[in-house]
């Protein structure tokens, strides 16, 4: 058994963090280092180490999390435009392999790409 995450640990209450958000599926707060103004993480209390290993048995669970995104978005007041990236893998930058969602906004993001 893969020890816990520090979100894993943040869920459970042994990092004290400030939620902006939180239901029995999920929790959201603010990252750590921002990539942009806005950035917070949504966290399915439920760990699934990456998205690939999601499975249909997740579904419902994976729509909670993006009904969540536009109504965190909505608190914050980003509704209008905001970016959600899921990083899938070392490989692709991810570094706490509990599933989650960044929500960033108030940040020029380049209009049609991906980067910036
Ligand atoms: P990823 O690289 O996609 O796995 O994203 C992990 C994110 O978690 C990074 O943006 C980190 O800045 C953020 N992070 C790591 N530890 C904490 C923490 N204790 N509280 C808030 N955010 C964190």
């Known amino acids: 058994m893969s020890s816990p995450t520090i979100f894993s640990r943040i869920i459970a ?3 004290p963090t400030d939620f902006i958000y939180e239901d029995e599926f999920c929790v959201c707060f603010k990252d750590v280092h921002p990539q942009a103004p806005t950035h917070v993480l949504i ?3 439920h760990p699934i180490p990456k998205l690939a290993d ?16 536009g109504h965190i978005a909505r608190l914050l007041g980003v509704e209008e435009a905001f970016r959600l990236v899921v ?10 392999f509990h599933l989650h969602l960044h929500l ?3 940040k020029k993001f380049s209009e049609g790409g991906l980067n910036g």
């Open 54 to 69: 999601a499975t249909t048995a997740d579904q419902t669970l994976l729509g909670h999390l993006m009904v969540k995104a």
């Open 104 to 106: 960033m906004a108030n």
């Open 13 to 15: 209450g042994e990092i």
């Open 87 to 96: 990083n899938n893998g070392a490989g692709a930058g991810q570094t706490v």
């Open 43 to 45: 966290v399915p209390r």
